[in-house]
Every structure is written in C-alpha cells, then in structure tokens.
C-alpha cells in the first residue's frame, strides 16, 4: 500500500512543481518586461503548437501576441544589426564536417568579416558577373535546347527538375538537406538532448551531406540551383494559372526581344519591368526560406523596449511580413502589378524595406543576391517566351497544387507540357 501511495504521489508531485515553476517563469519574464508569447507546457514549452509549418504556426502566434517580429523588424535587422550578427546554428548542421568554417554559420566574428568581403570584392562584383555571363547564356541554351526536344516529342517535363548535368543530382540532395534543416528539431530546443538525436535528423542529413560532396566532386555547382529552380517553379505555377498575367508577360517579351529563338541576353533584363514584378511577386508569396536563417544576440539588447538576452535566437518570419494585411494590399492574391512603377507596392527586395526581405536584411543580407535574380530572370525569360504551356492528361489550370512544403519547394512538382512557339515575324 506504501509502494502504491508513493506511486500516485509521485505523479501529482512532479505536476504541483512543474506549474510552480511554469509560473515563477512567468513571473521572472514579466519582470524583466521581455516580449509577451503564448503560455506553453511545462518542460516542452510551445514546441506542440509549432507543427510541421512553422512559418505559418509563428504567423497565427504573431497575431494574437504582439508584431515584436514583423512591424519593428528594423530593429532587429537596421538599429540592431550589430548586436544580431550571430547565428543560432540547427542541431543538424553539426553532421557536416568543418561545419563551423562555413561563412553561413560563422558568428559574424572576424572570420565571417573577411569571407564576407572576400565575396563583396572578388565573388559577386558586377565585373566578376560580367565576365561569366557567357556560361550563363551557354546554361539558358542547353536549357532551351532540353525543352525544344521535349516539345518535338510532346514529353512532360519536371519545371522543378529542369537544370544541366549533375546539377539535377545536386538539386535533389539541396533540396532534401534544405526541407531537412526546416523541420522543427527537439535538439534545437532542448540543447541536453543534441547527443542523442532523438529524431534521427542529424543521421539523416549526414547521408545527404556525404552524397552531395561526392557529386561536388564532380561538377561545378553554380549560384544557388535549389532556391532558383524552386522561385521558377513556383512562378510557372503563378502565371499558368492566371492566364492575363502570363499574356502580360509575353506580350512584354515580344515587345522587346522580338519573336524568334534568339536567346534572351541579361541586358535585356533590365527592361522587362513586367518580368520583374512577376518574380517579386512569386518571391513575395512564395519565399524559398520562410523562416530565414535564425539571428542570435551576441549581446544583451533592447528591442521595442523589450529586453532581448545574449545568446537569444531570433527568428524572422519572412513568410508572415510578407502576406501581412498591413502592408499589403490584398496579400493572398498573386499581383506582379504591385511593383511595377506606380503600384501600391513599389518596393525592391534589396533588405531595405522590411515589409519584404526574401534575401534577408542587414549585414546577414544573401551576399549572391545579384547572381541569384540574375539567374532567375534568364530561366523564366526563357520558358514563357519561346514556349506556350499545357498540363498533362487534360488537366485545366487551376487544378493545379499550390500547397508547399516547408522551406522549398512544391508539395507536388509541377509537371507540364511545353509547345515551342512557332515564330510568326509578320503578325
């Protein structure tokens, strides 16, 4: 009868001092006046609420209390910058090798000033992105070149998949290590719990990172293939099922191109306001990292009046700032005219207005901002200009499935299939 007593007590005990503690941290957190959150569990605090799309999760939590993430953003990523240098590194990284060499994950220490200038000065200069624009252009042709032969013979093909050589390989390993790295993970959390991987993601990853270096081996892997395919992929998904705007944007390329299979050059980038506004607008809706790559505060600062301790993360929704009714009109509807000249939204994804920030902001700014629109302008440029589009098995246009997995890409691939324009110089 004593075991038993002791059984059931034992119980209630561990409840009565897990809520005593609950609200003695409560108690300390008002305090010292820190930002207001929802009330979690004991132990494992709000990680039940967060779910398997944490962008969206933190978005309905945002709402209910406080925009400390969304309307004072620039104080974080402008006023702050300094103090959020850092990075609060996913458990999973830790399964690369020499991972914390990498400028992704440095502290914004004096290794991480030198790689960074290293790619301001060497990597990513215009000069630098001049001198390699013929690569570019010799990728757009083999690309061209795989989807005139897949509408000679009337094949569908993967937008998501459609890049050169091994890169298709390197794409797939990308895409799986970056839905990998999104997952929520216990071990980011509860540190004590990081040595024993209690959901297998660092194993998991490991087998991605070994195959992705033994490709890497073999090829050259250019700017950003994941994010690129995935931000076209999307895109095509956009203008297929909003016919005005796909016509739009043709029309415009006609206009300036010209009909014919001349391939399309960067120069001529720059005047396609149109095409522009339409890759803002996927970027808009449909950000490759909707979380971006969590900040830490290398010192105790003040955010909003809040207090923020050193050694906090900091997560930005990317995703939630940018379907936000305050700044957005109309946030869910796909309207590239929002940022053309004029529009109610005539904003640049550079990091300096916050309301829209899918390359980050601040020092932590993607330093391959300027390669990655470049390639992404040339890809869609492309596709819609030389080839009309149909889906396979009679399937209309707004069948098609918008919902997305976290982090990349489509939930299911767009697969179309391309009719090569037939060159009508006369009309």
């Known amino acids: 009868m004593e075991n038993l007593t002791t059984c059931l007590l034992f119980p209630l005990v561990c409840l009565i001092c897990s809520q005593a503690l609950l609200h003695l941290r409560s108690w300390l957190f008002n305090k010292k006046k820190l930002p207001p959150g929802p009330t979690g569990f004991p132990i494992i605090g709000n990680l039940l609420a967060i779910g398997d799309t944490p ?19 620039g104080e974080i990523l402008q006023k ?5 240098l850092g990075r609060a590194m996913p458990d999973a990284v830790a399964a690369e090798a020499n991972f914390e060499l990498s400028m992704v994950w440095l502290q914004g220490d004096t290794k991480w000033i030198k790689l960074r200038k290293i790619c301001n ?6 000069h630098r992105l001049e001198a390699l624009q013929g690569l570019r252009h010799q990728m757009m042709d083999t690309l061209v070149l795989k989807v005139v032969e897949a509408s000679e013979t009337g094949e569908a093909i993967n937008i998501g998949r459609l890049v050169f050589g091994t ?5 797939e390993h990308v895409g799986t290590i970056l839905e990998i790295l999104g997952k929520p993970n216990v071990s980011d959390f509860f540190p004590l719990l ?9 194993r998991t990853i490991k087998v991605s990172y070994d195959r992705l270096h033994t490709l890497l081996d073999e090829d050259m892997f250019i700017g950003g293939t994941g994010a690129t395919t995935t931000t076209v992929e999307w895109a095509m998904a956009e203008l297929l099922r909003n016919p005005r705007i796909m016509a739009k944007a043709k029309q415009e390329l006609a206009k300036t191109i010209g009909l014919g299979l001349r391939t399309i050059q960067e120069k001529d980038i720059l005047r396609l306001p149109y095409l522009q506004s339409v890759l803002k607008e996927t970027m808009r809706l449909h950000p490759t990292a909707p979380l971006l790559l969590t900040h830490r505060a290398l010192i105790d600062v003040q955010v909003c009046g809040h207090p923020i301790p050193k050694d906090t993360p900091v997560i930005v929704n990317a995703w939630a700032i940018a379907r936000d009714p ?5 946030p869910g509807e796909f309207i590239p005219e929002r940022f053309m ?17 899918p390359f980050g902001s601040g ?6 901002l300027a390669l990655g629109v470049r390639m992404l302008s040339l890809l869609l440029a492309s596709l819609i200009h030389l080839f009309d589009w149909k889906l396979p098995d009679g399937m209309a246009f707004d069948e098609i499935d918008m919902r997305g997995k976290f982090g990349v890409a489509m939930q299911n691939p767009l697969v179309v299939i391309p009719n090569l324009v037939v060159t009508k110089a006369n009309e």
């Not at 309905?60 to 953003?73: F, Q, Y």
């Not at 305050?326 to 109309?330: F, G, I, L, P, S």
């Not at 020092?363 to 391959?368: A, F, K, L, Q, V």
Request: proline residues 4%; positive net charge; aromatic residues 12%.
């Open 194 to 202: 990081k040595p024993f991987d209690l959901q297998g993601i660092r």
């Open 363 to 368: 020092r932590r700014i993607c330093p391959g």
């Open 80 to 84: 702050n910058d300094q103090a959020f």
């Open 121 to 126: 000065s060497q990597m990513f200069t215009t």
């Open 341 to 357: 000249a004029g529009g109610s939204t005539e904003v640049d994804f550079r990091g300096t207005n916050f309301s829209f920030i």
């Open 326 to 330: 305050m700044y957005w009109d109309k």
């Open 167 to 171: 890169t298709l390989k390197l794409k």
């Open 55 to 73: 962008h969206e999760s933190l978005a309905k939590l945002a709402k209910k209390h406080g925009p400390l993430m969304t309307v004072r953003l």
